[in-house]
Protein backbone atom coordinates (compact mmCIF):
# COMPACT_ATOMS: atom_id res chain seq x y z
CA UNK A 1 0.00 0.00 0.00
CA UNK A 2 1.07 3.40 -0.63
CA UNK A 3 1.64 5.48 2.79
CA UNK A 4 1.10 8.95 2.89
CA UNK A 5 3.32 11.93 5.34
CA UNK A 6 2.00 14.77 6.21
CA UNK A 7 3.85 17.60 8.05
CA UNK A 8 3.01 19.30 10.12
CA UNK A 9 0.99 17.82 12.17
CA UNK A 10 -0.03 21.09 13.43
CA UNK A 11 0.88 25.13 11.97
CA UNK A 12 -0.03 28.42 14.00
CA UNK A 13 -0.21 31.46 11.90
CA UNK A 14 -1.71 34.12 12.10
CA UNK A 15 -4.72 35.77 9.11
CA UNK A 16 -2.68 37.26 6.37
CA UNK A 17 0.49 34.79 6.57
CA UNK A 18 1.77 32.43 3.70
CA UNK A 19 1.47 28.56 4.92
CA UNK A 20 2.75 25.63 3.17
CA UNK A 21 1.89 22.24 3.84
CA UNK A 22 3.58 19.14 2.80
CA UNK A 23 2.71 15.76 2.13
CA UNK A 24 5.04 13.09 0.59
CA UNK A 25 4.50 9.45 -0.63
CA UNK A 26 5.87 6.21 0.06
CA UNK A 27 6.37 5.58 -3.66
CA UNK A 28 5.76 7.32 -6.97
CA UNK A 29 2.17 8.42 -7.52
CA UNK A 30 2.81 10.98 -10.74
CA UNK A 31 0.14 13.96 -9.90
CA UNK A 32 -2.84 11.80 -8.78
CA UNK A 33 -3.01 13.23 -5.73
CA UNK A 34 -6.05 15.91 -3.95
CA UNK A 35 -6.16 18.21 -1.09
CA UNK A 36 -9.59 18.40 1.07
CA UNK A 37 -10.19 20.88 3.69
CA UNK A 38 -12.19 19.45 6.60
CA UNK A 39 -14.01 21.88 9.28
CA UNK A 40 -14.92 20.26 12.83
CA UNK A 41 -18.48 18.38 12.52
CA UNK A 42 -18.40 18.42 8.57
CA UNK A 43 -17.63 16.52 6.02
CA UNK A 44 -14.11 17.54 4.11
CA UNK A 45 -14.42 19.42 1.10
CA UNK A 46 -11.97 19.05 -2.39
CA UNK A 47 -9.54 22.41 -2.96
CA UNK A 48 -7.38 20.56 -5.68
CA UNK A 49 -7.19 17.60 -7.83
CA UNK A 50 -4.27 15.86 -10.02
CA UNK A 51 -1.61 18.10 -7.41
CA UNK A 52 -2.08 21.44 -8.84
CA UNK A 53 -5.72 21.67 -10.27
CA UNK A 54 -8.13 24.17 -8.08
CA UNK A 55 -11.60 23.01 -8.09
CA UNK A 56 -14.30 25.55 -9.09
CA UNK A 57 -15.19 28.22 -6.59
CA UNK A 58 -12.03 27.50 -4.69
CA UNK A 59 -10.02 30.76 -3.64
CA UNK A 60 -7.14 31.98 -5.90
CA UNK A 61 -5.10 32.39 -2.38
CA UNK A 62 -4.65 28.02 -2.50
CA UNK A 63 -2.12 26.67 -5.06
CA UNK A 64 -0.90 22.87 -5.34
CA UNK A 65 2.48 21.70 -6.78
CA UNK A 66 4.29 19.03 -6.99
CA UNK A 67 4.49 15.18 -8.87
CA UNK A 68 6.27 12.04 -7.53
CA UNK A 69 6.86 11.72 -3.96
CA UNK A 70 6.44 15.17 -2.71
CA UNK A 71 3.94 17.35 -2.92
CA UNK A 72 2.73 21.06 -0.95
CA UNK A 73 -0.17 22.92 -0.49
CA UNK A 74 0.16 26.82 -0.39
CA UNK A 75 -2.19 29.30 0.61
CA UNK A 76 -0.82 32.63 0.16
CA UNK A 77 -2.77 34.84 2.57
CA UNK A 78 -4.79 33.44 5.29
CA UNK A 79 -7.59 34.42 5.86
CA UNK A 80 -10.20 33.59 8.87
CA UNK A 81 -12.33 30.85 6.65
CA UNK A 82 -8.77 28.91 6.49
CA UNK A 83 -8.49 27.97 9.74
CA UNK A 84 -9.18 24.30 9.70
CA UNK A 85 -7.35 20.62 9.20
CA UNK A 86 -6.21 19.90 5.78
CA UNK A 87 -5.44 16.20 4.16
CA UNK A 88 -3.66 14.93 1.20
CA UNK A 89 -5.44 11.77 -0.43
CA UNK A 90 -3.24 9.86 -3.17
CA UNK A 91 -5.56 7.82 -5.76
CA UNK A 92 -3.31 6.40 -7.98
CA UNK A 93 -3.21 3.05 -6.47
CA UNK A 94 -6.32 2.19 -3.97
CA UNK A 95 -6.74 5.69 -2.18
CA UNK A 96 -5.07 6.92 1.24
CA UNK A 97 -5.06 9.60 3.15
CA UNK A 98 -2.43 11.61 5.26
CA UNK A 99 -2.67 12.03 8.76
CA UNK A 100 -3.49 15.90 8.71
CA UNK A 101 -2.81 19.03 9.42
CA UNK A 102 -4.38 21.45 11.79
CA UNK A 103 -4.32 24.93 10.54
CA UNK A 104 -4.47 27.26 13.94
CA UNK A 105 -4.92 30.44 14.71
CA UNK A 106 -1.58 32.17 16.55
CA UNK B 1 -24.02 16.71 -9.88
CA UNK B 2 -24.91 14.12 -6.98
CA UNK B 3 -26.36 14.38 -3.69
CA UNK B 4 -25.32 11.74 -0.93
CA UNK B 5 -27.87 11.29 2.12
CA UNK B 6 -26.80 8.71 4.28
CA UNK B 7 -28.49 7.03 7.05
CA UNK B 8 -28.75 7.34 10.62
CA UNK B 9 -26.66 6.79 13.51
CA UNK B 10 -26.16 3.36 14.81
CA UNK B 11 -25.08 1.73 18.37
CA UNK B 12 -23.90 -1.53 17.93
CA UNK B 13 -22.62 -4.31 20.55
CA UNK B 14 -18.95 -5.74 19.71
CA UNK B 15 -18.90 -8.42 17.60
CA UNK B 16 -22.17 -7.47 15.44
CA UNK B 17 -22.35 -6.21 12.08
CA UNK B 18 -23.35 -2.44 10.14
CA UNK B 19 -24.52 -1.66 7.52
CA UNK B 20 -25.01 1.85 6.22
CA UNK B 21 -26.54 3.37 3.42
CA UNK B 22 -25.54 5.93 1.29
CA UNK B 23 -28.64 7.70 -1.30
CA UNK B 24 -27.82 9.14 -4.69
CA UNK B 25 -29.96 12.48 -6.13
CA UNK B 26 -29.61 14.65 -8.49
CA UNK B 27 -27.24 12.90 -11.04
CA UNK B 28 -26.81 9.67 -12.55
CA UNK B 29 -26.34 6.96 -10.59
CA UNK B 30 -24.61 4.67 -12.13
CA UNK B 31 -22.32 7.78 -13.36
CA UNK B 32 -20.48 6.87 -10.39
CA UNK B 33 -17.42 5.34 -8.20
CA UNK B 34 -19.08 5.64 -4.55
CA UNK B 35 -15.93 5.42 -1.71
CA UNK B 36 -16.19 4.76 1.76
CA UNK B 37 -13.81 6.78 4.00
CA UNK B 38 -14.07 6.61 7.94
CA UNK B 39 -13.08 8.74 10.75
CA UNK B 40 -12.70 7.62 13.88
CA UNK B 41 -12.73 10.34 16.92
CA UNK B 42 -9.97 12.63 16.60
CA UNK B 43 -8.27 10.57 13.90
CA UNK B 44 -7.40 11.17 10.48
CA UNK B 45 -9.63 9.87 7.71
CA UNK B 46 -9.14 6.09 6.79
CA UNK B 47 -9.92 4.85 3.36
CA UNK B 48 -12.07 1.97 3.23
CA UNK B 49 -13.34 0.67 -0.68
CA UNK B 50 -15.33 1.26 -3.42
CA UNK B 51 -17.40 0.64 -5.47
CA UNK B 52 -18.47 1.38 -9.13
CA UNK B 53 -22.22 1.98 -9.67
CA UNK B 54 -22.49 1.13 -13.40
CA UNK B 55 -20.59 -2.32 -13.10
CA UNK B 56 -20.44 -3.13 -9.09
CA UNK B 57 -17.15 -3.69 -8.85
CA UNK B 58 -14.85 -2.99 -6.13
CA UNK B 59 -11.88 -2.52 -4.32
CA UNK B 60 -10.94 -2.86 -0.88
CA UNK B 61 -8.40 -1.76 1.72
CA UNK B 62 -6.31 -4.70 3.31
CA UNK B 63 -7.07 -2.91 6.75
CA UNK B 64 -10.71 -4.17 6.17
CA UNK B 65 -10.59 -6.90 3.78
CA UNK B 66 -12.30 -9.74 5.14
CA UNK B 67 -14.72 -7.77 7.34
CA UNK B 68 -16.46 -5.33 4.86
CA UNK B 69 -18.84 -5.10 1.95
CA UNK B 70 -19.63 -2.74 -0.39
CA UNK B 71 -22.86 -3.26 -2.37
CA UNK B 72 -25.31 -1.11 -4.51
CA UNK B 73 -29.03 -0.79 -5.91
CA UNK B 74 -28.78 1.01 -8.88
CA UNK B 75 -33.05 1.09 -8.30
CA UNK B 76 -33.23 2.61 -5.62
CA UNK B 77 -29.84 4.82 -6.35
CA UNK B 78 -28.21 3.56 -3.40
CA UNK B 79 -24.73 2.14 -2.22
CA UNK B 80 -23.83 0.19 1.18
CA UNK B 81 -21.14 -0.32 3.61
CA UNK B 82 -21.68 -3.02 5.73
CA UNK B 83 -18.66 -3.69 8.55
CA UNK B 84 -18.81 -6.78 10.65
CA UNK B 85 -17.30 -8.37 13.59
CA UNK B 86 -17.30 -4.79 15.68
CA UNK B 87 -14.74 -3.55 18.11
CA UNK B 88 -14.81 -0.86 20.06
CA UNK B 89 -11.79 0.70 17.37
CA UNK B 90 -14.50 0.99 14.60
CA UNK B 91 -16.63 4.02 16.50
CA UNK B 92 -16.21 6.77 13.89
CA UNK B 93 -18.12 8.47 11.84
CA UNK B 94 -18.42 6.73 8.43
CA UNK B 95 -18.77 8.94 5.52
CA UNK B 96 -20.00 7.93 1.14
CA UNK B 97 -18.12 10.19 -1.07
CA UNK B 98 -18.44 9.83 -4.91
CA UNK B 99 -16.39 11.07 -8.24
CA UNK B 100 -17.49 10.60 -11.55
CA UNK B 101 -16.62 7.14 -13.13
CA UNK B 102 -15.09 9.00 -15.71
CA UNK B 103 -10.91 8.77 -14.88
CA UNK B 104 -9.04 9.47 -11.65
CA UNK B 105 -9.43 12.34 -9.43
CA UNK B 106 -10.75 13.21 -5.73
CA UNK B 107 -13.41 12.82 -3.78
CA UNK B 108 -16.22 15.72 -5.12
CA UNK B 109 -19.18 14.58 -3.02
CA UNK B 110 -19.84 13.70 0.18
CA UNK B 111 -22.49 12.39 2.40
CA UNK B 112 -23.11 13.89 5.78
CA UNK B 113 -21.70 11.06 7.33
CA UNK B 114 -23.22 8.39 10.27
CA UNK B 115 -21.74 7.90 13.27
CA UNK B 116 -21.48 4.36 14.46
CA UNK B 117 -20.55 3.63 18.17
CA UNK B 118 -19.80 -0.08 19.03
CA UNK B 119 -20.19 -0.15 22.85
CA UNK B 120 -21.12 -3.02 25.08
Known amino acids: DIQMTQSPSTLSASVGDRVTITCRAS??????LAWYQQKPGKAPKLLIN???SLENGVPSRFSGSGSGTEFTLTISSLQPDDFATYYC????????FGQGTKLEIK | QVQLVQSGAEVKKPGASVKVSCKAS????????VHWVRQAPGQSLEWMGW????????RYSQDFQGRVTITRDTSATTAYMELGSLRSEDTAVYYC?????????????WGQGTLVTVSS
Open chain 2, 97 to 109: AAKDSGGLRGLDY
Open chain 2, 26 to 33: GDTFTNYV
Open chain 2, 51 to 58: ISAGNGNT
Open chain 1, 27 to 32: QSISSW
Open chain 1, 50 to 52: KAA
Open chain 1, 89 to 96: QQYKSGDT
